[in-house]
């Protein structure tokens, strides 16, 4: 469907453009329709990079917050050897 609309919107659009920038700096004539695909084209890259670089984060923010639990989990394990030395006595002077 996007296609399609793609296309209808290059037949519709045909005419010429020159874009004039500062000092006198201009483009070659390029049809609208090119103008308009181009933008849309540098809008999905750049997201797409701003997407990139957040994944790229997060995982690096996910990476940092595993080695964290990884050494308060160490940290914790004589605390909970101790506490399952405890349980096992108590059972076994109940028994």
């Known amino acids: ?21 500062y000092f006198g700096l201009e483009t070659p004539p390029i049809p609208i329709f090119l103008l308009a ?24 923010a996910l990476r940092e917050k595993e080695r964290e639990v990884a050494s308060l989990e160490r940290e914790l394990r004589p605390y909970r050897e101790r506490e399952r030395g405890i349980t096992e006595l108590g059972t076994k002077e109940s028994i």
């Open 37 to 60: 695909l181009f933008s849309v084209f540098l809008g999905v890259l750049l997201a797409g990079v701003g997407f990139i670089f957040d994944e790229w984060s997060l995982k690096r």
């Open 1 to 21: 469907m996007l296609f399609i609309l793609g296309i209808t919107f290059a037949m519709e659009n045909t005419s010429w453009v020159v874009l004039r920038y």
